[in-house]
């Protein structure tokens, strides 16, 4: 079965940087568009990035545009987002999502991953 | 891409039927528009609910439909269920998109 684990959250401060990781399993992940999608506490969804299947083409959101990095190595079946420059406003639990289509929809979802700016 | 307008909330009966609306699909000429919705209940992950516009993935309850009129996509749940409160959000994105867009989501309460 499909499943999407992602790692790396944790507590950092502003200006600082942080890595997600997100490992896939259960379906050929060189063959899927991938995204990240984040939510702030008591907020809705955002979209952050997503990166085609072979990586050759990444797309952002303009609130993160510069300061994050969208990533996968095909080999080892993972995704990842590079965060640098964190503000306040990033803190979310931070959702790798599989596309069906290269910009979706969003049919597997990770169980989320905290990430929390504070200083 | 332009934001998607959901109402806030909604609510309805246990049996009876509701519809969220998503304003702001956009319009390219000569284009697809692909619409999705999402349901996610309190502290849950997001779940694909319908895609392209009216397509339900397997599993999914033929009690959610989906629809589009304009620049106004719709999510029907009918014979409403306890279950079914929770959060929805639309998504919607052409074959042109560079950025994916999601609503501001409704909450549905079952009253």
């Known amino acids: 079965q499909v499943q999407l684990v992602e790692s790396g959250g944790g507590v950092v401060q502003p200006g600082r940087s942080l890595t997600l990781s997100c490992a896939a399993s259960?379906?050929?992940?060189?063959?899927?568009?991938m995204h990240w999608v984040r939510q702030a506490p008591g907020k809705g969804l955002e979209w952050v990035a997503v990166?085609?299947?072979?990586?050759?083409?990444?797309y952002y959101a303009d609130s993160v545009k510069g300061r994050f990095t969208i990533s996968r190595d095909n080999s080892r079946n993972t995704l990842y987002l590079q965060m640098n420059s964190l503000r306040v406003d990033d803190t979310a639990v931070f959702y790798c999502?599989?596309?069906?289509?290269?910009?979706?929809?969003?049919?597997?979802w990770g169980q989320g991953t905290l990430v929390t700016v504070s200083s | 891409q332009s934001a998607l307008t959901q109402p806030a909330s909604v609510s309805g009966s246990p049996g009876q039927s509701i519809t969220i609306s998503c304003t702001g699909i956009s319009s390219d000429v000569g284009t697809y528009n692909y619409v999705s919705w999402y349901q996610q209940h309190p502290g849950k992950v997001p779940k694909l609910m319908i895609y392209?516009?009216?397509n339900r993935p397997s599993g999914v309850s033929d009690r959610f439909s989906g629809s589009m009129s304009g620049n106004t996509a719709s999510l029907t749940i009918s014979g409403l269920q306890a279950e079914d409160e929770a959060d929805y959000y639309c998504s919607s994105y052409t074959a042109r998109s560079t950025r994916g867009v999601f609503g501001g989501g409704t909450k549905l309460s079952v009253l």
């Open positions: 990166i085609w299947y072979d990586g050759s083409v990444k």
């Open positions: 392209d516009v009216n």
């Open positions: 259960g379906f050929t992940f060189s063959n899927y568009g």
């Open positions: 999502t599989r596309g069906t289509r290269p910009m979706g929809p969003f049919d597997y």
